[in-house]
């Protein structure tokens, strides 16, 4: 299953849940800011790309380590023991796109500083809300699930990203992986969601984790 195109809208980004993401509020964000902010808004509004990939797994096993087909993944035990119980995995991966990491190329050149900090976070949370929309559009069809886990989520600290590409039969979000095994855009994420009925969920996963200098981590 795979679908690599969503619309603006379907992210609800806006001006609060930017100035939510940096700990402000409406009464104490800078002005200057809020310029910065509303114009990057908009060039990610009129240039928004943001897409990704799916693919359901119902052959693996997980015992200790995570194995599909011929791919052995190291995902620690907290990931173990909330995904042993699956009946299927969904793997995905979804970027924000090319054109809002080259213009935070042209910001930070030209150093318009304040626009490129804003252009940063607005590209981070595409990320992450186009994976909170990959969750839910996961959860409609398929009923319960876990939440969604990266490398760098609760013990799983590296992912081999080549082995995890190679499970993918074709990428329709053209996102690439370069000699180091980044991920091209930049901006773009990966991850799995166990679903099952039997798949344990956890609304947060801040609260429970044991990664307690995550960079992904909220404070709570």
Not at 61 to 73: A, E, G, P, S, T
Not at 187 to 198: A, D, E, P, R, V
Request: hydrophobic share 35%.
């Amino acid at each position: 299953m795979t679908k690599t195109i969503l619309k603006y809208k379907d992210l609800l980004l806006n001006v609060k849940s930017i100035y939510k993401s940096v700990k402000y509020t409406s009464k104490t964000v800078p002005a200057p800011f809020i310029a910065a902010i509303e114009e990057e808004l908009s060039f990610a509004e009129k240039n928004f790309e943001a897409k990704y990939d799916i693919i359901i797994i119902e052959k693996f096993k997980i015992d200790r380590v995570l194995l599909i087909n011929k791919y052995r993944f190291d995902i620690g035990q907290e990931l173990v023991e909330i995904l042993k119980n699956s009946e299927k995995l969904a793997l995905f991966i979804c970027t924000a796109g090319e054109s809002i990491s080259i213009r935070n190329r042209y910001l930070i050149k030209n150093e318009y500083l304040l626009e490129a900090y804003a252009n940063d976070i607005i590209a981070n949370l595409i990320v992450e809300k186009t994976a909170d929309y990959i969750l839910k559009n996961i959860k409609s069809q398929h009923g319960n699930t876990s939440n969604r886990y990266s490398p760098g989520n609760c013990g799983w600290h590296t992912l081999n990203q080549r082995d995890f590409f190679a499970l993918f039969p074709s990428i329709k979000s053209g996102i690439s992986l370069t000699d180091t095994q980044m991920m091209h855009p930049v901006k773009s994420l990966n991850g799995i969601i166990g679903i099952g009925k039997n798949t344990i969920h956890r609304p947060s996963n801040c609260n429970t984790c044991s990664s307690k200098n995550c960079v992904y981590r909220k404070n709570h």
